[in-house]
Protein backbone atom coordinates (compact mmCIF):
# COMPACT_ATOMS: atom_id res chain seq x y z
CA UNK A 1 0.00 0.00 0.00
CA UNK A 2 1.52 3.43 -0.85
CA UNK A 3 1.87 5.81 2.05
CA UNK A 4 -0.37 8.14 2.75
CA UNK A 5 0.42 11.67 1.62
CA UNK A 6 -2.32 13.78 3.49
CA UNK A 7 0.50 15.50 5.28
CA UNK A 8 2.87 15.95 2.31
CA UNK A 9 3.40 20.27 2.08
CA UNK A 10 5.66 19.74 -1.02
CA UNK A 11 3.24 18.26 -3.24
CA UNK A 12 0.32 20.49 -1.40
CA UNK A 13 2.77 23.47 -1.81
CA UNK A 14 3.72 22.96 -5.77
CA UNK A 15 -0.03 22.59 -6.38
CA UNK A 16 -0.58 25.92 -5.11
CA UNK A 17 2.51 27.68 -7.03
CA UNK A 18 1.23 26.22 -9.94
CA UNK A 19 -2.47 27.18 -9.48
CA UNK A 20 -0.80 30.72 -8.78
CA UNK A 21 1.07 31.22 -11.88
CA UNK A 22 -1.79 30.04 -13.69
CA UNK A 23 -4.74 32.32 -12.53
CA UNK A 24 -8.39 30.28 -12.03
CA UNK A 25 -10.20 30.19 -15.20
CA UNK A 26 -13.29 32.28 -15.40
CA UNK A 27 -16.82 31.16 -16.98
CA UNK A 28 -17.26 32.60 -20.14
CA UNK A 29 -20.40 33.90 -21.32
CA UNK A 30 -21.55 30.49 -22.85
CA UNK A 31 -20.76 28.58 -19.88
CA UNK A 32 -22.20 30.99 -17.57
CA UNK A 33 -25.48 30.39 -19.88
CA UNK A 34 -25.39 27.09 -19.84
CA UNK A 35 -25.27 27.15 -16.00
CA UNK A 36 -27.75 29.50 -15.73
CA UNK A 37 -30.02 27.67 -18.58
CA UNK A 38 -29.86 24.06 -16.25
CA UNK A 39 -33.03 25.03 -14.45
CA UNK A 40 -34.86 25.90 -17.70
CA UNK A 41 -33.73 23.33 -19.85
CA UNK A 42 -34.47 20.44 -17.32
CA UNK A 43 -37.55 21.49 -15.58
CA UNK A 44 -37.16 18.31 -12.83
CA UNK A 45 -33.92 20.37 -11.87
CA UNK A 46 -36.17 23.42 -10.76
CA UNK A 47 -38.82 21.66 -8.87
CA UNK A 48 -36.20 20.07 -6.78
CA UNK A 49 -34.43 22.98 -6.20
CA UNK A 50 -37.77 24.39 -4.88
CA UNK A 51 -38.45 21.10 -2.95
CA UNK A 52 -35.61 20.92 -1.03
CA UNK A 53 -35.02 24.49 -0.69
CA UNK A 54 -38.61 24.67 0.90
CA UNK A 55 -37.31 22.14 3.17
CA UNK A 56 -34.43 24.49 3.83
CA UNK A 57 -31.43 22.45 1.88
CA UNK A 58 -29.43 23.07 -0.27
CA UNK A 59 -29.22 20.96 -3.32
CA UNK A 60 -26.67 21.18 -6.16
CA UNK A 61 -25.81 19.78 -9.44
CA UNK A 62 -22.55 17.82 -8.86
CA UNK A 63 -19.78 15.79 -10.64
CA UNK A 64 -19.84 14.75 -14.15
CA UNK A 65 -23.19 16.23 -14.97
CA UNK A 66 -21.66 20.16 -14.41
CA UNK A 67 -18.44 18.69 -16.34
CA UNK A 68 -21.27 17.89 -18.97
CA UNK A 69 -23.36 20.99 -18.92
CA UNK A 70 -20.26 22.75 -19.55
CA UNK A 71 -19.05 21.17 -22.51
CA UNK A 72 -22.25 21.37 -23.82
CA UNK A 73 -23.57 17.92 -23.28
CA UNK A 74 -25.78 17.69 -20.25
CA UNK A 75 -27.73 14.65 -20.52
CA UNK A 76 -31.12 12.67 -18.84
CA UNK A 77 -29.46 11.42 -15.70
CA UNK A 78 -28.26 13.49 -13.39
CA UNK A 79 -26.08 13.30 -10.05
CA UNK A 80 -27.01 16.26 -7.14
CA UNK A 81 -25.55 16.07 -3.72
CA UNK A 82 -26.74 17.88 -0.77
CA UNK A 83 -26.24 18.07 3.44
CA UNK A 84 -29.41 16.61 3.89
CA UNK A 85 -29.83 12.79 5.13
CA UNK A 86 -30.39 9.55 2.84
CA UNK A 87 -33.87 9.44 5.17
CA UNK A 88 -35.22 13.07 4.87
CA UNK A 89 -33.98 12.81 0.56
CA UNK A 90 -36.24 9.94 0.57
CA UNK A 91 -39.17 11.53 2.16
CA UNK A 92 -38.68 14.70 -0.50
CA UNK A 93 -38.69 12.32 -3.21
CA UNK A 94 -41.21 10.60 -2.19
CA UNK A 95 -44.89 12.04 -3.42
CA UNK A 96 -42.76 13.44 -6.53
CA UNK A 97 -40.93 11.86 -8.21
CA UNK A 98 -43.01 8.64 -10.50
CA UNK A 99 -40.19 5.92 -9.24
CA UNK A 100 -37.82 6.12 -5.89
CA UNK A 101 -35.22 3.46 -5.23
CA UNK A 102 -32.83 3.13 -2.32
CA UNK A 103 -30.51 0.45 -3.34
CA UNK A 104 -27.59 2.73 -2.81
CA UNK A 105 -28.54 4.20 -0.01
CA UNK A 106 -25.75 2.47 2.58
CA UNK A 107 -24.10 4.94 0.36
CA UNK A 108 -26.09 7.67 0.85
CA UNK A 109 -27.45 7.79 -2.60
CA UNK A 110 -31.23 7.16 -3.80
CA UNK A 111 -32.34 7.26 -7.00
CA UNK A 112 -35.35 8.68 -8.62
CA UNK A 113 -37.33 9.02 -12.09
CA UNK A 114 -39.27 12.11 -13.12
CA UNK A 115 -40.67 12.28 -16.92
CA UNK A 116 -37.58 11.10 -18.75
CA UNK A 117 -34.86 12.48 -16.15
CA UNK A 118 -33.09 9.89 -14.22
CA UNK A 119 -31.78 11.96 -10.75
CA UNK A 120 -29.37 10.65 -8.01
CA UNK A 121 -28.91 12.35 -5.08
CA UNK A 122 -26.41 11.55 -2.57
CA UNK A 123 -25.76 13.64 0.90
CA UNK A 124 -22.77 15.01 1.14
CA UNK A 125 -19.45 12.93 1.77
CA UNK A 126 -16.87 12.38 4.19
CA UNK A 127 -15.70 9.35 3.94
CA UNK A 128 -12.27 7.43 5.09
CA UNK A 129 -10.51 4.20 3.26
CA UNK A 130 -8.71 1.02 5.01
CA UNK A 131 -6.08 1.11 2.48
CA UNK A 132 -6.97 -2.51 1.82
CA UNK A 133 -9.78 -2.59 -0.30
CA UNK A 134 -11.71 0.61 -2.16
CA UNK A 135 -14.69 0.30 -0.07
CA UNK A 136 -15.35 3.26 1.88
CA UNK A 137 -15.97 3.20 5.76
CA UNK A 138 -18.90 5.55 4.70
CA UNK A 139 -19.17 9.13 6.87
CA UNK A 140 -22.03 12.09 5.85
CA UNK A 141 -20.15 15.78 5.28
CA UNK A 142 -21.98 18.63 5.99
CA UNK A 143 -20.09 21.28 3.46
CA UNK A 144 -20.26 20.84 0.27
CA UNK A 145 -16.41 21.86 -0.03
CA UNK A 146 -15.47 18.40 2.05
CA UNK A 147 -17.49 16.37 -0.17
CA UNK A 148 -15.75 18.40 -3.40
CA UNK A 149 -12.35 17.22 -1.97
CA UNK A 150 -12.87 13.49 -2.08
CA UNK A 151 -13.96 13.47 -5.63
CA UNK A 152 -11.52 11.68 -8.06
CA UNK A 153 -10.78 14.76 -10.34
CA UNK A 154 -10.92 18.53 -10.54
CA UNK A 155 -13.23 18.47 -13.34
CA UNK A 156 -15.41 16.55 -11.54
CA UNK A 157 -15.44 18.26 -8.68
CA UNK A 158 -17.55 21.62 -9.63
CA UNK A 159 -20.99 22.21 -8.55
CA UNK A 160 -23.33 24.48 -9.04
CA UNK A 161 -25.89 25.66 -5.96
CA UNK A 162 -29.44 25.72 -7.84
CA UNK A 163 -30.66 28.04 -4.97
CA UNK A 164 -28.41 30.44 -6.85
CA UNK A 165 -27.48 29.23 -9.84
CA UNK A 166 -23.71 29.54 -9.09
CA UNK A 167 -20.90 27.57 -10.21
CA UNK A 168 -18.64 26.28 -7.21
CA UNK A 169 -15.31 25.56 -8.01
CA UNK A 170 -13.00 25.25 -5.46
CA UNK A 171 -10.14 23.35 -7.32
CA UNK A 172 -9.96 25.05 -10.81
CA UNK A 173 -11.67 22.50 -12.24
CA UNK A 174 -12.97 24.84 -14.81
CA UNK A 175 -9.15 25.29 -15.53
CA UNK A 176 -8.06 21.95 -16.15
CA UNK A 177 -11.11 21.89 -18.07
CA UNK A 178 -10.28 24.39 -20.68
CA UNK A 179 -6.68 23.01 -20.46
CA UNK A 180 -8.05 19.39 -21.19
CA UNK A 181 -6.20 18.21 -18.13
CA UNK A 182 -6.50 16.11 -15.60
CA UNK A 183 -5.73 16.53 -12.03
CA UNK A 184 -6.62 15.73 -8.72
CA UNK A 185 -7.98 17.77 -5.30
CA UNK A 186 -6.54 16.34 -3.26
CA UNK A 187 -2.49 14.98 -3.78
CA UNK A 188 -2.73 12.09 -6.58
CA UNK A 189 -1.40 9.65 -3.98
CA UNK A 190 -4.14 10.27 -1.50
CA UNK A 191 -6.46 9.97 -4.33
CA UNK A 192 -5.37 6.70 -5.94
CA UNK A 193 -4.35 5.09 -1.94
CA UNK A 194 -8.11 5.86 -1.53
CA UNK A 195 -9.55 4.01 -4.46
CA UNK A 196 -6.91 2.74 -6.94
CA UNK A 197 -9.45 2.28 -9.41
CA UNK A 198 -9.45 5.85 -10.33
CA UNK A 199 -6.26 5.48 -12.12
CA UNK A 200 -8.33 3.17 -14.87
CA UNK A 201 -11.10 6.51 -14.96
CA UNK A 202 -7.92 8.62 -15.90
CA UNK A 203 -6.87 6.52 -18.74
CA UNK A 204 -10.92 6.45 -19.43
CA UNK A 205 -11.40 9.83 -19.24
CA UNK A 206 -8.39 10.45 -21.34
CA UNK A 207 -10.00 8.19 -23.76
CA UNK A 208 -13.47 9.73 -23.40
CA UNK A 209 -12.64 13.07 -23.56
CA UNK A 210 -9.57 13.21 -24.63
CA UNK A 211 -7.58 14.99 -21.81
CA UNK A 212 -4.11 14.29 -20.66
CA UNK A 213 -3.02 13.81 -17.08
CA UNK A 214 -0.81 16.46 -15.27
CA UNK A 215 2.38 15.22 -14.52
CA UNK A 216 1.93 14.57 -10.98
CA UNK A 217 -1.05 11.83 -11.84
CA UNK A 218 0.70 10.68 -14.37
CA UNK A 219 3.97 9.93 -11.14
CA UNK A 220 1.57 8.73 -9.48
CA UNK A 221 -0.53 6.28 -11.51
CA UNK A 222 3.52 4.63 -12.75
CA UNK A 223 4.55 4.29 -8.55
CA UNK A 224 0.70 2.84 -7.61
CA UNK A 225 -0.37 0.97 -10.80
CA UNK A 226 0.58 -2.27 -8.41
CA UNK A 227 -2.24 -0.85 -5.96
CA UNK A 228 -4.92 -2.23 -8.67
CA UNK A 229 -4.90 -5.60 -7.15
CA UNK A 230 -7.10 -4.58 -4.63
CA UNK A 231 -9.99 -3.84 -7.12
CA UNK A 232 -12.40 -6.58 -8.26
CA UNK A 233 -11.53 -7.88 -12.20
CA UNK A 234 -15.65 -6.60 -12.86
CA UNK A 235 -14.84 -3.02 -12.10
CA UNK A 236 -11.68 -3.19 -14.08
CA UNK A 237 -13.69 -4.87 -16.95
CA UNK A 238 -16.40 -1.85 -16.62
CA UNK A 239 -13.96 0.59 -17.00
CA UNK A 240 -11.92 -1.02 -19.45
CA UNK A 241 -15.26 -1.28 -21.48
CA UNK A 242 -15.88 2.10 -21.17
CA UNK A 243 -12.37 3.18 -21.89
CA UNK A 244 -12.64 1.22 -25.14
CA UNK A 245 -15.69 2.54 -26.32
CA UNK A 246 -14.65 6.11 -25.66
CA UNK A 247 -14.04 8.67 -28.56
CA UNK A 248 -10.41 8.45 -28.34
CA UNK A 249 -9.58 4.75 -26.94
CA UNK A 250 -6.23 5.09 -28.49
CA UNK A 251 -5.07 7.65 -25.68
CA UNK A 252 -6.31 5.66 -23.20
CA UNK A 253 -4.88 2.17 -23.99
CA UNK A 254 -1.08 3.76 -24.48
CA UNK A 255 -1.80 5.41 -21.11
CA UNK A 256 -2.05 2.56 -19.43
CA UNK A 257 0.67 0.84 -21.07
CA UNK A 258 3.32 4.18 -20.38
CA UNK A 259 1.83 3.90 -16.72
CA UNK A 260 2.16 0.01 -16.21
CA UNK A 261 -1.57 -0.47 -15.22
CA UNK A 262 -1.87 -2.59 -18.03
CA UNK A 263 0.06 -5.14 -16.49
CA UNK A 264 -2.74 -5.33 -14.52
CA UNK A 265 -5.51 -5.11 -17.07
CA UNK A 266 -4.24 -6.63 -20.50
CA UNK A 267 -0.43 -7.27 -20.03
CA UNK A 268 -0.56 -9.00 -23.65
CA UNK A 269 -0.91 -5.75 -25.08
CA UNK A 270 2.22 -4.42 -23.11
CA UNK A 271 3.57 -7.90 -24.29
CA UNK A 272 3.42 -6.36 -27.99
CA UNK A 273 6.43 -4.20 -27.66
CA UNK A 274 8.85 -6.40 -29.53
CA UNK A 275 12.18 -5.29 -29.45
CA UNK A 276 13.22 -4.75 -33.09
CA UNK A 277 16.29 -6.13 -34.47
CA UNK A 278 17.64 -4.18 -37.14
CA UNK A 279 18.90 -7.26 -38.59
CA UNK A 280 15.11 -9.02 -38.41
CA UNK A 281 12.93 -6.03 -39.76
CA UNK A 282 9.55 -6.51 -38.78
CA UNK A 283 6.46 -4.18 -38.17
CA UNK A 284 6.45 -3.07 -34.25
CA UNK A 285 3.38 -5.21 -33.08
CA UNK A 286 1.76 -3.00 -30.44
CA UNK A 287 1.80 0.24 -32.54
CA UNK A 288 0.12 -1.95 -35.29
CA UNK A 289 -2.61 -2.90 -33.49
CA UNK A 290 -3.18 0.41 -32.09
CA UNK A 291 -3.27 1.22 -35.95
CA UNK A 292 -5.99 -1.48 -36.54
CA UNK A 293 -8.05 -0.63 -33.13
CA UNK A 294 -8.26 2.69 -35.22
CA UNK A 295 -8.99 1.64 -38.19
CA UNK A 296 -11.70 -0.32 -37.18
CA UNK A 297 -13.03 2.32 -35.29
CA UNK A 298 -13.52 4.61 -38.31
CA UNK A 299 -14.95 1.63 -40.34
CA UNK A 300 -17.49 0.96 -37.65
CA UNK A 301 -18.59 4.61 -37.65
CA UNK A 302 -18.91 4.75 -41.33
CA UNK A 303 -20.88 1.99 -41.53
CA UNK A 304 -23.07 3.01 -39.07
CA UNK A 305 -22.43 7.18 -37.89
CA UNK A 306 -25.03 7.43 -35.52
CA UNK A 307 -24.86 4.25 -33.67
CA UNK A 308 -23.26 2.75 -30.64
CA UNK A 309 -19.76 1.78 -30.50
CA UNK A 310 -18.88 -1.82 -30.99
CA UNK A 311 -16.97 -3.27 -27.77
CA UNK A 312 -17.07 -6.47 -29.78
CA UNK A 313 -15.04 -4.82 -32.45
CA UNK A 314 -12.73 -2.84 -30.58
CA UNK A 315 -11.31 -5.92 -28.06
CA UNK A 316 -10.61 -7.77 -31.17
CA UNK A 317 -8.60 -5.11 -33.54
CA UNK A 318 -7.06 -4.33 -30.28
CA UNK A 319 -6.13 -8.13 -29.27
CA UNK A 320 -5.84 -9.13 -33.16
CA UNK A 321 -2.14 -9.99 -32.69
CA UNK A 322 -1.53 -10.99 -29.29
CA UNK A 323 -0.16 -14.14 -30.29
CA UNK A 324 2.98 -12.78 -32.22
CA UNK A 325 5.04 -12.17 -29.38
CA UNK A 326 5.00 -15.87 -28.19
CA UNK A 327 4.80 -17.24 -31.96
CA UNK A 328 7.87 -14.99 -33.18
CA UNK A 329 10.75 -16.98 -35.35
CA UNK A 330 14.01 -15.35 -37.03
CA UNK A 331 14.25 -17.28 -40.16
CA UNK A 332 17.10 -17.68 -42.19
CA UNK A 333 17.66 -14.74 -44.14
CA UNK A 334 16.68 -11.93 -41.55
CA UNK A 335 12.90 -12.89 -42.30
CA UNK A 336 10.74 -13.00 -39.38
CA UNK A 337 7.76 -15.40 -38.94
CA UNK A 338 4.37 -15.80 -36.06
CA UNK A 339 3.56 -19.16 -37.52
CA UNK A 340 -0.59 -19.88 -36.24
CA UNK A 341 -0.22 -16.62 -33.78
CA UNK A 342 -4.28 -16.50 -34.66
CA UNK A 343 -4.43 -19.73 -33.10
CA UNK A 344 -2.54 -18.95 -30.04
CA UNK A 345 -3.95 -15.83 -30.19
CA UNK A 346 -7.30 -16.39 -29.84
CA UNK A 347 -6.73 -19.00 -26.88
CA UNK A 348 -5.05 -16.18 -25.02
CA UNK A 349 -7.61 -13.78 -25.76
CA UNK A 350 -9.88 -16.29 -24.03
CA UNK A 351 -7.79 -16.52 -20.93
CA UNK A 352 -7.67 -12.94 -20.27
CA UNK A 353 -11.33 -12.19 -20.97
CA UNK A 354 -12.50 -14.81 -18.96
CA UNK A 355 -9.92 -13.06 -15.80
CA UNK A 356 -12.17 -10.10 -16.84
CA UNK A 357 -15.29 -11.49 -16.65
CA UNK A 358 -16.57 -10.60 -19.75
CA UNK A 359 -19.87 -12.07 -20.41
CA UNK A 360 -19.34 -15.74 -22.29
CA UNK A 361 -20.95 -14.56 -25.59
CA UNK A 362 -18.17 -11.19 -26.29
CA UNK A 363 -15.51 -13.87 -24.86
CA UNK A 364 -16.50 -16.44 -28.18
CA UNK A 365 -16.85 -13.33 -30.21
CA UNK A 366 -13.88 -11.62 -29.86
CA UNK A 367 -11.76 -14.67 -29.67
CA UNK A 368 -13.86 -15.82 -33.33
CA UNK A 369 -12.72 -12.99 -34.96
CA UNK A 370 -9.07 -13.32 -33.59
CA UNK A 371 -9.12 -16.50 -34.72
CA UNK A 372 -10.46 -15.57 -37.98
CA UNK A 373 -8.78 -12.64 -38.93
CA UNK A 374 -5.76 -14.14 -41.09
CA UNK A 375 -7.83 -16.51 -43.06
CA UNK A 376 -8.27 -13.80 -45.79
CA UNK A 377 -4.59 -13.38 -46.75
CA UNK A 378 -4.53 -16.79 -48.46
CA UNK A 379 -6.99 -15.59 -50.94
CA UNK A 380 -4.25 -13.63 -52.72
CA UNK A 381 -5.28 -12.46 -56.28
CA UNK A 382 -8.68 -14.51 -55.97
CA UNK A 383 -7.57 -17.92 -55.84
CA UNK A 384 -10.23 -19.35 -53.39
CA UNK A 385 -12.83 -21.53 -55.04
CA UNK A 386 -16.11 -21.06 -54.42
CA UNK A 387 -16.49 -23.53 -51.56
CA UNK A 388 -13.63 -21.95 -49.53
CA UNK A 389 -16.02 -18.86 -49.75
CA UNK A 390 -18.88 -20.36 -48.49
CA UNK A 391 -16.49 -21.78 -45.51
CA UNK A 392 -15.14 -18.46 -44.96
CA UNK A 393 -18.92 -17.26 -45.01
CA UNK A 394 -20.19 -20.44 -43.01
CA UNK A 395 -17.51 -19.73 -40.31
CA UNK A 396 -17.84 -16.30 -39.63
CA UNK A 397 -21.30 -16.83 -39.17
CA UNK A 398 -22.96 -13.54 -37.86
CA UNK A 399 -19.86 -12.37 -37.34
CA UNK A 400 -19.34 -11.39 -40.73
CA UNK A 401 -19.93 -7.76 -41.16
CA UNK A 402 -17.28 -7.20 -37.92
CA UNK A 403 -14.80 -9.89 -39.61
CA UNK A 404 -14.81 -7.64 -42.89
CA UNK A 405 -13.87 -4.00 -40.92
CA UNK A 406 -11.21 -6.09 -39.12
CA UNK A 407 -9.61 -7.63 -41.88
CA UNK A 408 -9.78 -4.57 -43.97
CA UNK A 409 -8.32 -2.51 -40.92
CA UNK A 410 -5.77 -5.23 -40.51
CA UNK A 411 -4.08 -4.07 -43.80
CA UNK A 412 -1.83 -1.31 -42.53
CA UNK A 413 1.65 -2.00 -44.76
CA UNK A 414 3.60 1.50 -45.59
CA UNK A 415 3.53 0.20 -49.05
CA UNK A 416 0.73 2.04 -50.31
CA UNK A 417 1.00 -0.19 -53.18
CA UNK A 418 0.33 -3.55 -51.26
CA UNK A 419 -1.92 -1.77 -49.50
CA UNK A 420 -4.20 -0.73 -52.37
CA UNK A 421 -3.73 -4.23 -53.79
CA UNK A 422 -5.06 -5.81 -50.28
CA UNK A 423 -8.24 -3.41 -50.15
CA UNK A 424 -8.81 -4.59 -54.02
CA UNK A 425 -8.65 -8.08 -53.35
CA UNK A 426 -11.17 -7.65 -50.48
CA UNK A 427 -13.42 -6.23 -52.48
CA UNK A 428 -13.40 -8.40 -55.10
CA UNK A 429 -14.34 -11.37 -51.91
CA UNK A 430 -16.67 -9.38 -50.59
CA UNK A 431 -18.23 -8.97 -54.21
CA UNK A 432 -17.71 -12.97 -54.65
CA UNK A 433 -19.85 -12.98 -51.03
CA UNK A 434 -22.35 -11.33 -51.94
CA UNK A 435 -22.56 -13.28 -55.79
CA UNK A 436 -22.87 -16.79 -54.21
CA UNK A 437 -24.79 -15.43 -51.48
CA UNK A 438 -27.57 -14.09 -53.57
CA UNK A 439 -27.96 -17.51 -55.79
CA UNK A 440 -27.36 -19.45 -52.86
CA UNK A 441 -28.72 -17.58 -49.35
CA UNK A 442 -25.29 -18.39 -47.72
CA UNK A 443 -26.23 -17.29 -44.60
CA UNK A 444 -29.03 -20.40 -43.93
CA UNK A 445 -26.98 -22.82 -45.60
CA UNK A 446 -27.83 -26.07 -44.23
CA UNK A 447 -27.67 -29.72 -45.89
CA UNK A 448 -29.59 -30.83 -48.69
CA UNK A 449 -31.46 -33.43 -46.53
CA UNK A 450 -32.35 -32.85 -43.19
CA UNK A 451 -32.11 -35.12 -39.36
CA UNK A 452 -35.58 -36.91 -40.17
CA UNK A 453 -34.83 -37.71 -44.01
CA UNK A 454 -31.31 -38.81 -43.03
CA UNK A 455 -33.17 -41.04 -40.10
CA UNK A 456 -35.47 -42.38 -42.27
CA UNK A 457 -33.30 -43.00 -45.48
CA UNK A 458 -30.57 -45.17 -43.38
CA UNK A 459 -33.31 -46.55 -40.66
CA UNK A 460 -31.19 -45.24 -38.06
CA UNK A 461 -32.85 -44.05 -34.41
CA UNK A 462 -31.71 -40.53 -33.24
CA UNK A 463 -28.17 -40.47 -32.05
CA UNK A 464 -24.46 -39.26 -33.01
CA UNK A 465 -24.68 -40.93 -35.81
CA UNK A 466 -27.23 -39.01 -37.42
CA UNK A 467 -25.45 -35.85 -36.56
CA UNK A 468 -22.47 -36.83 -38.21
CA UNK A 469 -24.22 -37.93 -41.67
CA UNK A 470 -25.99 -34.09 -41.27
CA UNK A 471 -22.16 -32.55 -40.78
CA UNK A 472 -20.77 -34.57 -43.49
CA UNK A 473 -23.63 -33.63 -46.04
CA UNK A 474 -23.34 -29.84 -44.62
CA UNK A 475 -19.88 -29.97 -45.88
CA UNK A 476 -20.60 -31.24 -49.30
CA UNK A 477 -23.32 -28.63 -49.67
CA UNK A 478 -20.38 -26.07 -48.77
CA UNK A 479 -18.22 -27.98 -51.41
CA UNK A 480 -19.98 -28.24 -54.29
CA UNK A 481 -23.33 -25.87 -53.67
CA UNK A 482 -26.96 -26.69 -53.53
CA UNK A 483 -27.71 -30.97 -54.69
CA UNK A 484 -30.56 -32.24 -56.39
CA UNK A 485 -32.28 -34.53 -54.31
CA UNK A 486 -31.22 -37.94 -55.80
CA UNK A 487 -27.66 -36.62 -55.85
CA UNK A 488 -28.08 -35.60 -51.95
CA UNK A 489 -29.27 -39.06 -51.14
CA UNK A 490 -26.43 -41.00 -53.54
CA UNK A 491 -23.95 -38.76 -51.43
CA UNK A 492 -25.56 -39.77 -48.13
CA UNK A 493 -25.30 -43.22 -49.66
CA UNK A 494 -22.17 -43.53 -50.36
CA UNK A 495 -21.27 -41.91 -47.39
CA UNK A 496 -23.09 -44.70 -45.24
CA UNK A 497 -20.85 -47.22 -47.22
CA UNK A 498 -17.64 -45.90 -46.16
CA UNK A 499 -18.51 -46.11 -42.87
CA UNK A 500 -20.18 -49.44 -42.72
CA UNK A 501 -23.95 -48.10 -42.33
CA UNK A 502 -26.23 -50.68 -43.78
CA UNK A 503 -28.77 -48.51 -46.16
CA UNK A 504 -32.48 -50.37 -45.65
CA UNK A 505 -33.14 -52.07 -48.70
CA UNK A 506 -30.10 -52.45 -49.66
CA UNK A 507 -27.51 -55.91 -50.29
Known amino acids: MAPSTRDAPDE ?222 ERIQAELSKLLCGRYPRKGVELLVETGLAEHVLPEVSAMRLEIDEHHQHKDVYEHSLVVLEQAIDLERAADPDGEPDLVLRLAALLHDIGKPGTRRFEPGGGVSFHHHEVVGAKMARKRLRALRYSKEIVGQVCELVYLHLRFHGYGDGQWTDSAVRRYVTDAGPLLPRLHKLVRADCTTRNKRKANALQRSYDDLEERIERIAAEEDLARVRPDLDGNEIMRLLGLPPGPLVGRAWKHLK ?23 EQGVEVPGEA
Open 475 to 497: DARLDRGPMEHEDAVAELHRWAA
Open 12 to 233: TDLRAREREAQPSAQPTEAQRSAVAELVEAAPVVAELAERFAAAGHRLYLVGGSVRDALLGRLGTDLDFTTAARPERVRELLDGWAETVWDTGIEFGTLGAYKRGTTVEITTFRADSYDGVTRNPEVAFGDTIEGDLLRRDFTVNAMAVELGARELVDLHDGLADLAGGRLDTPATPQESFADDPLRMLRAARFAAQLGFEPAERVLAAMREMADELARITP
